[in-house]
Every structure is written in structure tokens, then in C-alpha cells.
């Protein structure tokens, strides 16, 4: 966000003179400011740069967790990738996650921030209601959805029976039906994350200028052109933003899948980055897991390019 | 608000701030370890464990007795996930040469924590030294803490799946003995019978088991059978029938209702709680919590070893042992104190067996007449002949992949998704798949 500071008009000019003579001070000036991004960038490339540089190098060796001597094998890993059904299977999966999750996560993003936007005395609460899950932490979410997913006696089985929907004798399988248990995931996911886009959205809303809607009104648009001709196109900025973060994000799915299925029933959840983390830390192959993480890598890259090059190309 | 020019920077003297803050700093983040030592005067014993479950809390109990008896020791012990996230974790640590001092595994994981780089290696004068002897142990457990003649194991205990049944619903189901204790079965068709009995009473389940974990059934009641998994370089040995005989009791008893289809730890062990099974087949470190539970309601529940389906009563377990994670260099003060807490431990197992179930592996207690009486131990004290450790290959063992692995195709039997044909099928495609894999250890 930018925020303008106008200097009054009629304001002497006092901020004139000294700017004359700043450019030299300024310069100097500028080197102080290095000192404070080196904390940041000190971090950022000890724990993002130099993990990934020493990944790549990783992924042409045998590196193992057991520290063993390392040896350079070439391109073994990167060939055994590309024939490693296991991976590939745990790739499709990801993008099964990314395909149910991302819509749900975006269309109803933009319905909760719409409802949100028009509730006048409710707003405040419908806010904090549709965001508060969003801070809580993956392990206590889960937590929660594994007890409510239940066979026996969870929450959502109760309620089922109670209202007749299901049998006491044959209780519906969630997490542990392979069938189930992906979309299983998706409603957490979605009741979890969705306040993160909800909140992006809401804000784009409201930068929207009133008279815009009140133009349209007095040429006699309804509520229903409004948001077809005015509101979603002013907001095609913020949906090409929420769609490829979210994108990004399903894309790296772990944590859930982690702790809700471990990756199961029978490998029907089981996503590239618990993969990555098998071969690495299970099996203890680092360079196999590296050259598998840049897999991924690449993958998200391509993605995230086309998805902006078509979004770009709409927008001129 | 009013924009005042701030006055030009007096350069120098922020950056000399600045410089001297970071060392400042700097000086204080590398301090750290040493400053608190010499303050306390204290040997800092650092200790990571595995023991999330309930006899996690006897271990704690046992730790605060250690603590007020060696005021000059600091021990400072942390628990990880039971599993996987726990032998990531020390694997990692190990690797740095920075993980804790001591820990503790399973006797089975040994192999798969490649010793010879990732721990060190223990004396036998140093155990002595502190006060054990290697005669104090059970010598097949004693054997296994070797690796390429080289001890690396203090075994604290033997723990194994056995069987707990509800006194009060199997003395309805009439199939308690007269002095209350369940009855002897022979063979799978005497013990679903006794299974069915139970199940009339219940309503609900015969038997409550953790369909997660297949593989302790599996391993057990293969192994009754004499079964024997070898696995070779790129090949192994799986007695097909035998197997086969092993799985489908799980699908029998799932498909009868016997046992539940889906039912996790925390199921496992309330389904017995609450009544909807009369007996329950999970390791005998849940004792903690039944007891806790008869505190709290009341509750009359005993356990035995696990049925004899094949001519014997042999029992999937393993032995958790102490190991000294590799270090990039020890301090003798550390090592020597590590050591006396591991002697310690032993010394005082009693508790360990008494308040978590396990058969403390320290002969002298065990074979205390104080142990001998202890009840409910007792009555599965026959757990520690018929143990039977996990197959010998770096795969395998508690938590292990081979585990997970026969688990997760296990899960789908008791689900009644898979025929234990298929199970065998898909079990035997996995292990193939986990043998191909370049052995890290080797």
C-alpha cells in the first residue's frame, strides 16, 4: 500500500533549500542504510541462498544424512527422479490438492470478502469470524478436524446420524477412505487458509470508489451488472495475486497431509514435499532428496510464470 | 504530524554504535552455553528421548529422584514424538556432532543409526566403572547391543505387545478362570470364540486393537509360526503361507465385527475404556493410562500375553536402550556423568517396570523377589522369552519404514479394503521397493 503525503498548499517552501544541498550527504546516507538490511539479507543468505546453492551441488552426490563420505555421481539422481513412479505419484497428488483446493479457496474468498464489504453492523464480527482461523497453528487445526473427522463418535459422523443421513452401523470413512480423504484434507485446508485471501480481497473492495457504483446505478445497473462489469474486473489485480500465492501454496502442501493421513490411506495422500521428506530423512539420502526438491522447484517455477504471463497478457 | 528535519547523521559515532552492538551481541550469543555452566558449577547432562506416551511421565518421576540426589549434575531431558520425528531429529543432531549426550532408541533401530558415524561407541570398563556389570542383562538383548563388535547399547528394558482384558465384562462373557485371570486359548478358532463371547456382552467389539499398527500382530503371529523374514542384497525370504496365516485372523476378526474396521491409538485404548471392547492388544506401556483411568472411575482390568494362535505365545517387541550420539569431541566431566545417569536409571528400574509396564532389563531387579510379586507384571512376565525382535535389516525395527509400511497395507485388511491375498501382494512389492533403495548404513 502507498500512502501519499500532500504538503499543503500554501506552505512556504522551506523544505526547498536544504534539499539543495543534500545529494552529497544523501549518498553518504545511503550506505548507513545498508547496515540495516544486513541483518536481513545476513539471514536470508544463510538460511535461504546457500541451503539451496548447497542443494544443487547435494543433488549431483550420494550425500547421506549418515555423514558417509560424499561422492559425485552426476546426474544419477536427477535420472532416477524421472523414473521413480513413487514421485511422480506423489507429484499428481500435489496437483490433485492443487486443482480441488485452489478454487474453492479463491471463489469463496471473494463471496465471504462481497458479504463482508455489504454488512453494515455485523462487519466487524463476520471479519474476525472468517480470518480468526487463519492464525492458529497447523498442528492445533488439524488436531481439531482429526477429532471431528471421526469414525466413531466424531463430530461431523454425529451430526450425520442425528439427522438421518447415516447409518450408526456403517459410519463414513473421511481420512481413511482413499476416496474421501483428499477432499477431506481440502475442507480444512479451505476453512483454515481461506482468511488469508479473504483479507486481501476485502481490502481491494474497499479501495473501490463509491461513485463508481453510483454512476452505474443512476444509468440503471442492478446489483448483479455491478458486480459483473464493475467489481470483479476492478479486482482482477488482486485475484491474479491471490490466485498465484495460492497456487504457491497448495503446490507445497505438507503439514496437513502430514498430520491428518501420514500420507495415507495406501499412498492416496501422500504429496511430493512427504516424499522429499521420506527419501531425505527417512532413508537418509539427502542428494536424492535434493535433486527431488528441485524437481518440485521447477515445477512451482513454471507454473507460477505461465499463470502470470496469461494474466498480464489479460490486463494489456 | 510535523515532519522535523532530522539533523545530518554524526556518522561516525552510529556506526561505531552499530559495530559495537553486533559484537556485543556476538559476544553474548556465543557465551551462552559456557556462561550458564561455570555459573551453576554444575556438568550439564543433556538427554533427548522418545517417550511421548504415558511412560514418558514415569521417566520424569524417575528424573527429579536423579536430580535431588545429584546436585551436581544438571540433567536437562527432552522428549520428541514417539517415532520418526524423534529418530529425525537425533539422526540430524548426530550428523552435527551436536546432539544431546545421551538418548534413547530402540535395541532394533541400532542398525538403521549407522553407529559407526552417527554414535559412539561405549567401553565396557566405563560401565563398570559406574557400577554395571555386563552378567546384570538378559544376554540375547545384551548380543543385540553390539555392532560389528562394538558395544553401543545400555538396554533399560523389554516392552512387547500383550493382551489387557476388562474383568468385569469377561466374567459376564464367562471366560475368566476361577481365580479371574482369562482363559488359556489355543489355536485362532478358540480365541475368536472367546472373542465372540465377549461381544455379545459388549454390544459393540470383542477386542480393541490399534489398526495403525499391524505390523506388531503381523510380526507376532508370524513368528509363532516359526516364520523367518531374511532379507538378502537385492532379494528375501517371506514364508508366503505362513504370512498368509498371519494376516487373515485381522480380516476375520474385522469382518466379524470382533475388532474394530478403523480405530487408532487414542481409540484403541478408550474403546477398551469405555467399554465397547472387553479386552485390548497394544503394548503393555498403556498400562499408565488404564491405571490412571481406574483411579479416576474405577476400573477392574488385568493383562496377559497375547493369544496363542500357533502353538505358542510369542510377542511382537523390542528393548529401549540408551545411546551416546556421536559427539565431535566429549568432555570427560559430560561422559563420566552421562554414564552415572544411565547406571542410575538402571539401578533404579524398578519404578520403570512398576510405573510403565516395561521388564526393566537390569537383572538384579527383575529378579528381585520386590519385582517377583509386582502385579499386574507378573502375569505377563513370560513376555520376556517370548519377545521377538524385528527382522535384521536397516529398514526395519520400531517406527522403522518396514513398519509403516506393512502398517499401512495392514490398515486397509482391517478395513476391509484389501483380502490379506492382496495385502501379501502389496507387502511383498514394498519390501522389493524398500531393498532397492542404495542401503545408507552399509
Redesign the interface.
Known amino acids: 500500500m502507498t500512502t501519499d503525503t500532500k504538503t499543503p498548499e500554501g506552505a512556504p517552501p522551506e523544505?526547498a533549500p536544504?534539499r539543495m544541498s543534500a545529494p552529497p550527504?544523501q549518498k553518504?546516507?545511503s550506505w548507513?542504510g545498508l547496515?540495516f538490511v544486513l541483518p536481513f539479507t545476513a539471514v536470508y543468505a544463510l538460511f535461504l541462498v546457500w541451503p539451496t546453492l548447497l542443494g544443487l551441488y547435494y543433488s549431483f552426490t550420494?550425500k547421506?544424512?549418515?555423514?558417509?563420505p560424499v561422492e559425485w555421481i552426476g546426474l544419477d539422481n536427477w535420472a532416477e527422479t524421472l523414473g521413480d513412479e513413487?514421485a511422480w505419484d506423489a507429484l499428481w497428488n500435489t496437483a490433485v490438492f492443487t486443482l480441488y483446493s485452489t478454487p474453492p479457496l479463491v471463489i469463496l474468498a471473494i463471496v465471504l470478502a462481497l458479504l463482508v464489504n455489504r454488512a453494515r453492523r455485523m462487519g466487524w464480527f463476520l471479519r474476525m469470524a472468517f480470518f480468526a482461523p487463519f492464525v492458529i497453528p497447523v498442528s492445533v487445526v488439524t488436531m481439531i478436524w482429526i477429532w471431528m473427522y471421526?469414525?466413531?463418535g466424531g463430530l461431523i459422523n454425529h451430526y450425520l446420524q442425528m439427522l438421518g443421513f447415516q447409518s450408526a452401523e456403517t459410519p463414513t470413512?473421511w481420512l481413511?477412505d482413499?476416496g474421501r480423504a483428499m477432499w477431506s484434507v481440502v475442507v480444512t485446508t479451505v476453512w483454515w487458509t481461506i482468511g488469508f485471501n479473504f483479507l486481501l480481497f476485502l481490502a481491494a473492495l474497499q479501495t473501490i470508489p463509491k461513485d463508481v457504483y453510483e454512476a452505474s446505478s443512476i444509468d440503471g445497473a442492478g446489483s448483479w451488472r455491478q458486480l459483473r462489469h464493475i467489481t470483479l474486473p476492478l479486482l482482477k489485480r488482486t485475484t491474479a495475486l491471490v490466485i498465484v500465492l495460492q497456487l504457491i501454496a497448495s503446490l507445497r502442501i505438507f503439514d496437513q497431509m502430514y498430520l491428518m493421513t501420514a500420507?495415507?490411506?495406501?499412498?492416496a495422500t501422500e504429496v511430493a514435499i512427504h516424499y522429499i521428506y521420506i527419501a531425505g530423512?527417512?532413508?537418509?539420502?539427502i542428494g536424492y532428496a535434493s535433486a527431488l526438491s528441485y524437481v518440485l522447484f521447477v515445477l512451482i517455477l513454471i507454473v507460477s510464470i505461465v499463470q502470470f504471463r496469461l494474466f498480464s497478457r489479460k490486463e494489456d | 504530524m510535523t515532519n522535523n528535519?532530522s539533523p545530518?547523521?554524526g556518522?561516525l559515532s552510529?556506526?561505531t554504535l552499530?559495530s559495537g552492538a553486533t559484537l556485543a551481541a556476538g559476544a553474548g550469543l556465543s557465551g551462552c552455553g559456557s556462561l550458564t555452566d561455570s555459573l551453576s558449577g554444575k556438568t550439564q547432562v543433556r538427554q533427548w528421548n522418545l517417550l511421548a506416551g504415558a511412560d514418558g511421565a514415569v521417566m520424569t518421576q524417575m528424573h527429579d529422584q536423579f536430580a535431588a540426589e545429584h546436585p551436581d549434575i544438571e540433567l536437562q531431558a527432552t522428549t520428541f514424538g514417539w517415532g520418526?520425528p524423534f529418530y529425525?531429529r537425533l539422526?540430524?543432531g548426530a550428523?552435527g556432532g551436536n546432539a544431546a549426550d545421551i538418548a534413547t532408541i530402540h535395541v532394533s533401530r541400532l542398525q538403521s543409526l549407522?553407529p559407526d558415524?552417527?554414535l559412539s561407541p561405549i567401553e565396557i570398563d566405563e560401565i563398570v566403572e559406574a557400577g554395571l556389570d555386563p552378567e546384570d542383562f538378559p544376554a540375547d538383548v545384551w548380543d543385540k547391543c553390539f555392532y560389528e563388535d562394538k558395544l553401543y547399547c545400555i538396554p533399560i528394558d523389554t516392552h512387547a505387545l500383550v493382551n489387557y482384558y476388562n474383568r468385569t465384562i469377561c466374567e459376564q462373557a464367562g471366560v475368566l478362570a476361577p481365580d479371574r485371570t482369562l482363559l488359556e486359548t489355543h489355536g485362532v478358532e478358540e480365541y475368536l470364540d472367546l472373542l465372540r463371547a465377549v461381544k455379545d456382552v459388549t454390544g459393540e467389539y470383542g477386542t480393541s486393537l490399534d489398526t495403525f499398527a499391524g505390523w506388531r500382530q503381523f510380526w507376532a503371529w508370524y513368528r509363532q509360526q516359526d516364520g523367518e523374514w531374511i532379507f538378502h542384497e537385492d532379494d528375501f525370504e517371506l514364508d508366503d503361507d505362513k504370512a498368509l496365516a498371519a494376516i487373515e485372523p485381522m480380516y476375520r476378526m474385522a469382518e466379524e465385527g470382533l475388532c474394530?474396521t478403523?480405530?487408532d491409538g487414542g481409540?484403541t485404548a478408550a474403546n477398551f475404556e469405555n467399554g465397547a471392547a472387553g479386552l485390548v492388544q497394544v503394548g503393555n506401556w498403556e498400562i499408565v493410562r488404564f491405571r490412571a483411568f481406574n483411579e479416576a472411575q474405577g476400573f477392574d482390568f488385568s493383562m496377559t500375553e497375547i493369544p496363542d494362535f500357533y502353538g505358542n505365545r510369542r510377542t511382537q517387541g523390542d528393548s529401549h536402550a540408551y545411546v551416546l550420539p556421536?559427539h565431535n569431541s566429549w568432555n570427560p566431566d559430560v561422559r563420566k556423568a552421562t554414564i552415572e545417569y544411565a547406571a542410575w536409571m538402571l539401578r533404579h528400574s524398578f519404578d520403570w517396570g512398576a510405573g510403565g509396564g516395561h521388564t526393566p532389563a537390569y537383572l538384579p531387579v527383575t529378579e528381585s523377589e520386590e519385582y517377583q510379586s509386582l502385579e499386574p507384571n507378573a502375569e505377563y512376565s513370560g513376555v520376556v522369552e517370548n519377545v521377538q525382535f524385528d527382522p535384521e535389516v536397516w529398514f526395519a525395527g520400531s517406527a522403522a519404514?518396514i513398519y509403516d509400511e506393512v502398517g499401512?497395507?495392514l490398515?486397509?485388511v482391517y478395513?476391509l479394503?484389501m483380502t490379506p491375498e492382496e495385502a501379501l501382494a502389496l507387502i511383498k512389492e514394498r519390501a522389493h521397493?524398500l531393498l532397492a533403495?542404495?542401503n545408507?548404513?552399509d
Do not use: H
Open positions: 523544505g536544504p550527504s553518504r546516507r548507513t547496515w550420494d547421506s544424512l549418515t555423514g558417509r513413487r471421526q469414525p466413531d470413512l481413511q482413499e500420507g495415507g490411506p495406501n499412498r530423512f527417512e532413508g537418509y539420502r | 528535519p545530518p547523521p556518522l552510529r556506526r552499530l520418526t529425525t539422526v540430524m550428523s549407522s558415524t552417527l474394530p478403523i480405530s481409540q556421536y519404514r499401512a497395507v490398515q486397509q478395513a479394503a521397493a533403495l542404495p545408507p548404513v
